[in-house]
């Protein structure tokens, strides 16, 4: 029982302390990459049960804010090569089991 | 119209006359018919050219005569037109003959009667003349009847005709012709055309190629345990971090007294080091805005003061005043001796029930912006004197009973000695400082009064303040037998040394006395007057005339005294509490008060022994209280303080320092000796009738 409480404890804590935002790989300038953090986390919060959905207003808004020609990618287990333009790749994890690439490549 | 359409037939004729060969012959006959009707007329006759008609007056001639050639020359001139017509010429401002003179004649004119058959005007005719267009045609058809003859032998004629004939003989056409809306041509006969081509701008061609943005490739796999080791990677790294931090920390706090006393050093540092630069460029500044004040103290003098033969005026100098201390009220002033633009101005309170915190602060006339020296006190300041030799030592009595020695040239705002309760000091507040001269060691000492009953002598004995009383006051005249008996003591509340006499003072007490005293002797009064009903706000000696004394009270009155005579020599009732009283250094008949209701009272007893010859008041607001009067030592300036802690110069005009005329021839005597005879003259003119009534 004590071991089955443990362990939840342990879920718990790890669920409430990995929920932040961590930057993986990202070459983008500073202003750009907390912009664009802070919208993942927005889209991932938001459409916390479909990540097709984050992926799309992920996309439109940098499409919006930076040019166009933006991919996301939301999962939880891929692998992937991208060519993308420099400067313009952000590669982050969020929420303990989310992995988010967003790159520009026209 | 029909003439026209007739000269149109006859133009056409040559091409058309072998077209229709058969319609002529039904168009001649019926042509005939017309013509048979019609009676003949003059075109018939001309036509056969058989008979010729003469005018009746024509001339007979042989045929000789009509042989004859008679030669004529047409010319272009105009006979009738005059050879000499002669304008004046402005131009040339003469008359001058023309040589252009018209020769043009008109003999005769004929306006045209045609009109094309298509325009407006024809056929708005018709449509007035009610004609339709067939009678046209009807017309047309008349006409060439006359020229019936003709068709015969003239083929020409014929074809004309005939075409015109069958023309006419088709009614479907002429209907046609009626239904028919023609388009509008604006004008026939005026018609022309424009055409013209631009330049077309050559074509260039231009190009360029961009690099397309720099590209990278990432490649990376998500899976959930690299997700689960980023984190937990990235935690271990904050709480490291965290540690780090923790422990800079606590290391600062252990660095943190270091550094700010070193912060203080540094900064003070900053501050001497460009302190000197700082202190005269705000001089500087300070000298030019208050420019015209300046001049002001050094050449102003009023004019105006010739024609009042006695009365002078007080002339708003400079207006000194601290932010820091706008609350207090001036409590004690006192000018520097060695340098005279520099005064030290005592700040505190003398309300009962408002005490707190004081200040020491000095001011220069050289920038009367913000004080050379500030030294904040805990306690209300109530008097201070600067000592004449060592002018950068000043003696301060608090409201506490302290008094305290400080010293400008120290930094800091720590005083140099501070009494204490174990070093004897006053129970109450210290109404008076005043520096001795040197002892027998040499060591510096100065003396106080308070409330408390005492007069207290301070010596400065390396760094500790040593005390000595030099007298209790007490009600009675008799004074203390005995430390431990108290019956009942004076409060002295300020007092003066004399100029020339040593031992000799004098002390003002709050029930109005005044007791004349001398170090010598601590247990006997050697004079007491009774002198006020209410406290003796100050009492002075005269700077020049060893016997006089002046003193004031919060009773209104001001008296001047011989301190051998113990009823005074002049009284002056100013109306309002008298705060205080100075006599000017100039001239021994000359002293000034200043009174609650914010008015500085100047009197020269040599000029009027029985009232001012300034009463002037000199703030703003009427509620504010004048606190205290001090003359500039050398320049004819004084400075007045209030209740509000600003403090006023003024300077005085030349009415009020007016020295007595000297005989020339005359031996000049030493200007004291001169004062002093001045006032001495003045006293004996008082005595003299009292010891005769005595």
Same mark, same amino acid.
């Given at each position: 029982m004590a071991g089955t409480g443990e362990a939840k404890k342990e879920e718990a804590d790890y669920k409430r302390l990995h929920s932040f935002p961590l930057i993986r790989h990202t070459d983008m300038p500073e202003e750009m990459r907390v912009e664009t953090m802070e919208l993942c986390v927005t889209a991932c919060e938001k459409f916390a049960t479909n990540n097709e959905s984050a992926a799309k207003m992920i996309k439109e808004s940098m499409d919006k804010k930076f040019g166009s020609s933006w991919h996301v990618v939301i999962g939880e287990g891929f692998g992937f090569e991208v060519t993308h333009e420099v400067k313009n790749l952000l590669y982050m994890f969020f929420g303990g089991s989310l992995a988010v690439c967003v790159w520009k490549c026209s | 119209m029909p003439n026209n359409v007739a000269a149109s037939m006859r133009k056409g004729s040559t091409v058309q006359k072998v077209v229709l060969p058969g319609a002529k012959s039904t168009k001649a006959a019926s042509k005939k018919k017309d013509e048979d009707e019609d009676p003949g007329d003059g075109w018939d006759e001309w036509a056969q050219g058989k008979a010729l008609i003469k005018p009746p007056d024509q001339l007979e001639l042989s045929e000789a005569e009509l042989k004859e050639e008679i030669t004529r020359i047409l010319t272009a001139n105009?006979?009738?037109?005059?050879?000499?017509?002669?304008?004046?010429?402005?131009? *040339?401002?003469?008359?001058?003959?023309?040589?252009?003179?018209?020769?043009?004649?008109? @003999?005769?004119?004929? +306006?045209?009667?045609?009109? =094309?058959?298509?325009?407006?005007?024809?056929?708005?005719?018709?449509?007035? *003349?009610?004609?339709?267009?067939?009678?046209?045609a009807v017309d047309t058809g008349v006409e060439p009847d006359e020229e019936e003859p003709e068709t015969s032998d003239t083929p020409v004629e014929d074809g004309g005709e005939v075409e015109e004939a069958g023309e006419e003989d088709r009614p479907d056409s002429v209907a046609s012709k009626t239904d028919r809306k023609e388009p509008k041509v604006t004008n026939q006969f005026n018609f022309s055309e424009r055409a013209s081509q631009t330049l077309n701008n050559p074509l260039r061609e231009r190009s360029c190629q961009t690099d397309p943005p720099p590209r990278g490739t990432f490649t990376a796999t998500a899976t959930q345990w690299d997700i689960y080791d980023a984190y937990v990677e990235e935690l271990q790294k904050q709480e490291t971090n965290k540690e780090k931090q923790k422990a800079v920390a606590s290391k600062k706090d252990n660095d943190k007294g270091k550094k700010k006393t070193l912060l203080m050093e540094t900064q003070t540092d900053d501050i001497t080091k460009v302190g000197k630069a700082s202190k005269i460029f705000e001089r500087m500044v300070n000298q030019n805005t208050f420019d015209d004040i300046a001049q002001d103290f050094k050449y102003f003098e009023d004019a105006s003061d010739e024609f009042r033969d006695q +009365?002078?005026?007080?002339?708003?100098?400079?207006?000194?005043?601290?932010?820091?201390?706008?609350?207090?009220?001036?409590?004690?002033?006192?000018?520097?001796?060695?340098?005279?633009?520099?005064?030290?101005?005592?700040?505190?309170?003398?309300?009962?029930?408002?005490?707190?915190?004081?200040?020491?602060?000095?001011?220069?006339?050289?920038?009367?912006?913000?004080?050379e020296f500030i030294y904040p006190t805990p306690s209300g300041v109530l008097c201070l004197d600067?000592?004449?030799?060592?002018?950068?030592?000043?003696?301060?009595?608090?409201?506490?009973?302290?008094?305290?020695?400080?010293?400008?040239? *120290?930094?800091?705002?720590?005083?140099?000695? #501070?009494?204490?309760?174990?070093?004897?000091?006053?129970?109450?507040?210290?109404?008076?400082?005043?520096?001795?001269?040197?002892?027998?060691?040499?060591? =510096?000492?100065?003396?106080?009064?308070?409330?408390?009953?005492?007069?207290?002598?301070?010596?400065?004995?390396?760094?500790?303040? /040593?005390?000595?009383?030099?007298?209790?006051?007490?009600?009675?005249?008799?004074?203390?037998e005995g430390p431990d008996q108290q019956p009942g003591i004076a409060c002295g509340t300020s007092f003066d040394f004399h100029k020339q006499i040593d031992y000799l003072f004098l002390v003002g007490?709050?029930?109005?006395?005044?007791?004349?005293?001398?170090?010598?002797?601590?247990? $006997?009064?050697?004079?007491?007057?009774?002198?006020?009903?209410?406290?003796?706000?100050?009492?002075?000696?005269?700077?020049?005339?060893?016997?006089?004394?002046?003193?004031?009270?919060?009773?209104?009155?001001?008296?001047?005294?011989?301190?051998?005579?113990?009823?005074?020599?002049?009284?002056?009732?100013?109306?309002?509490?008298?705060?205080?009283?100075?006599?000017?250094?100039?001239?021994?008949?000359?002293?000034?008060?200043?009174?609650?209701?914010?008015?500085? =009272?100047?009197?020269?007893?040599?000029?009027?022994?029985?009232?001012?010859?300034?009463?002037?008041?000199? /703030?703003?607001?009427?509620?504010? #209280?004048?606190? @205290?009067?001090?003359?500039?030592?050398?320049?004819?300036?004084?400075? /007045?303080?209030?209740?509000?802690?600003?403090?006023?110069?003024?300077?005085?005009?030349?009415?009020?320092?007016?020295?007595?005329? /000297?005989?020339?021839? $005359?031996?000049?005597?030493?200007?004291?000796?001169?004062?002093?005879?001045?006032? +001495?003259?003045?006293?004996s003119l008082l005595r003299e009738p009292e010891q005769s009534t005595v």
């Open positions: - | 105009n006979p009738h037109a005059p050879q000499n017509i002669v304008r004046y010429s402005f131009k *040339e401002r003469s008359y001058k003959p023309t040589s252009a003179v018209d020769q043009m004649a008109v @003999h005769f004119v004929l +306006e045209g009667s045609l009109l =094309h058959e298509d325009s407006d005007e024809a056929r708005r005719l018709r449509a007035k *003349e009610g004609l339709p267009e067939e009678t046209a +009365e002078g005026t007080l002339l708003p100098l400079w207006k000194f005043q601290y932010d820091k201390a706008k609350r207090l009220s001036v409590t004690a002033l006192c000018w520097n001796k060695k340098y005279q633009d520099l005064f030290a101005v005592g700040m505190g309170s003398y309300d009962f029930s408002k005490q707190g915190r004081g200040m020491l602060v000095y001011y220069s006339l050289k920038n009367s912006a913000y004080p600067i000592h004449e030799q060592h002018s950068y030592l000043v003696a301060v009595g608090f409201y506490d009973g302290c008094v305290a020695v400080y010293n400008n040239k *120290e930094d800091g705002s720590e005083p140099m000695y #501070k009494s204490t309760a174990k070093t004897g000091k006053h129970t109450d507040p210290v109404w008076q400082v005043r520096w001795q001269s040197d002892d027998m060691d040499n060591n =510096h000492n100065f003396c106080s009064v308070s409330s408390d009953g005492r007069v207290v002598s301070w010596t400065l004995v390396k760094n500790e303040l /040593v005390f000595t009383d030099i007298i209790r006051l007490s009600l009675n005249g008799a004074v203390s007490t709050e029930e109005g006395k005044i007791h004349k005293c001398s170090k010598t002797y601590s247990s $006997q009064f050697l004079e007491t007057y009774n002198a006020h009903s209410m406290a003796v706000d100050a009492v002075k000696w005269n700077h020049f005339h060893p016997k006089v004394f002046i003193s004031c009270s919060s009773d209104w009155t001001v008296k001047i005294w011989d301190h051998t005579i113990n009823t005074p020599m002049f009284t002056f009732d100013l109306n309002a509490a008298v705060g205080d009283v100075a006599w000017a250094p100039y001239s021994s008949t000359v002293f000034a008060a200043v009174t609650t209701d914010a008015t500085v =009272h100047i009197f020269d007893l040599s000029i009027n022994k029985y009232e001012a010859i300034c009463q002037q008041p000199v /703030v703003a607001k009427k509620k504010t #209280k004048l606190t @205290h009067i001090e003359f500039n030592p050398i320049y004819p300036i004084i400075i /007045v303080g209030d209740d509000r802690g600003y403090v006023s110069s003024l300077k005085l005009s030349p009415n009020l320092r007016k020295k007595p005329k /000297v005989k020339k021839g $005359q031996d000049q005597p030493k200007d004291s000796e001169m004062e002093e005879a001045k006032m +001495e003259k003045l006293l």
